[in-house]
Every structure is written in C-alpha cells, then in structure tokens.
Antibody, heavy 123, light 112 residues
C-alpha cells in the first residue's frame, strides 16, 4: 500500500526556517518524481516545487513565490523527501502536502498524496 | 489569480449530471499538456480523480469522466450522490513557467 507521511510542521516566526519531511513506503521511491503542494487556510492548491528521480537527473523546479527560499531534496536510502524552508513569510502559512507525480513517470504510483502538515508563520 | 480558471461553485440534485470547466491557454492545456482532476473532501487531502485528460485511477467510479477541447477541459459527474459534495481542482503544466504545475482555483460542488 502506497503511503506518504509528512512531518515537521509547526509554528515559526517570520524570517525563520523549518524542514519538512515526507516518508514514503509501498513503492520504489527512488524512481519517483515527487512534488510539494501547499494549501493556505480556506484557499486552493498551490504547487511549491518538484524533484525528479536521480535517474532522470535529480533536478528541481520551484514556483516563483518560493524560489531562492525553499529547497527540495531527497534521500533515496531513507525513502524520504524533504522541503527546507528558509526566510519564511506569513503568506507561507499553509498545509504542505507531498505527492507523487500524477503522470506515473518512472513507473511510479500516480497522484498519491500525504495527509499534510501545517506550517504557521506568525510572530 | 489562478492560471487555470474554474467556476467557484456548481450545484445539482441527486441523480443529476453536472460539469465543471477548466479554462487555460495556449501555454498549458492548449499546448497539449495532460489535464488532471482532484477531489478534495472536507478536511482531507486531495485525491486523484482523473489523469491524462480522461482516465480514471482504479477505484474511481465511472460516474466521473474527463474531456478536453482546445484550451479547456471539463469534468463531468453523472448520477450525482451526496458523497460527491467536495472541492474539485484541475491541474496541468505550463510551458511559460518552465513546465511547472498549475492548478485551477477550485470548484465547490454542492449536492442539493
């Protein structure tokens, strides 16, 4: 059974840092392209960024609002995806989800989402 | 402002058919990128409902169907049921944003 479990959310002051983790199981994590998506309270979904599999270069892409402040990485030996968030702003307050790519690229399970972890940026 | 445009809300009575539109442009849906649809029940994570425009993952009822024409896509739900009441989001990719994912703003479906 495919499972994605996020952790690491919490309350942080503006300008602070936080690292989120997403523990994956039930599929070959090393083959998967993974993304982070966030949802501000009462708002819609917003893509944060993506990391390709190492086989496909391990490259990352980011949405404009987080580029230069957030970094996505992966540890395939631990089946874990990370989101390092620096220079946090109040507008980064959201539930953060990790998700597998819906295209199924890399023969990975399509479009699975974790339960999300809440990040609150407030003084 | 979302890159993909969806109506904020739609409604229908049990048993009826509803459609949700998703309008994009020549840099996303019109460029030939696949379209995906997600269902988000209250207080839960989104769930993939339709992939690659019109395909259903295992376990998704055939009451849900997707289509695409030009720069727009649609999600149709037939035989509406109370448990279909949820938020629905479309998603695609955008070449003007280096292949980034783009989402619609979401549509709240109310079953009357």
């Amino acid at each position: 059974e495919v499972q994605l479990v996020e952790s690491g959310g919490g309350l942080v002051k503006p300008g602070g840092s936080l690292r989120l983790s997403c523990a994956a199981s039930g599929f070959t994590f090393s083959n998967a392209w993974m993304s982070w998506v966030r949802q501000a309270p009462g708002k819609g979904l917003e893509w944060v960024g993506r990391i390709n599999s190492k086989t496909d270069g391990g490259t990352t892409d980011y949405a404009a609002p987080v580029k230069g402040r957030f970094t996505i990485s992966r540890d395939d030996s631990k089946n874990t995806l990370y989101l390092q968030m620096n220079g946090l702003k109040t507008e980064d307050t959201a539930v953060y989800y990790c998700t597998t790519d819906p295209s199924g690229i890399g023969n990975s399970p399509r479009g699975y989402w974790g339960q999300g972890t809440l990040v609150t940026v407030s003084s | 402002q979302s890159v993909l445009t969806q109506p904020p809300s739609v409604s229908g009575a049990p048993g009826q058919r509803v459609t949700i539109s998703c309008t994009g442009s020549s840099s996303n849906i019109g460029a030939g990128y696949d379209v995906y649809w997600y269902q988000q029940l209250p207080g839960t994570a989104p769930k993939l409902l339709i992939y690659a425009i019109s395909n259903r993952p295992s376990g998704v009822p055939d009451r849900f169907s997707g289509s695409k024409s030009g720069t727009s896509a649609s999600l149709a739900i037939t035989g509406l049921q109370a448990e279909d009441e949820a938020d629905y989001y479309c998603q695609s990719y955008d070449s003007s944003l280096s292949g980034s994912w783009v989402f619609g703003g979401g549509t709240k479906l109310t079953v009357l």
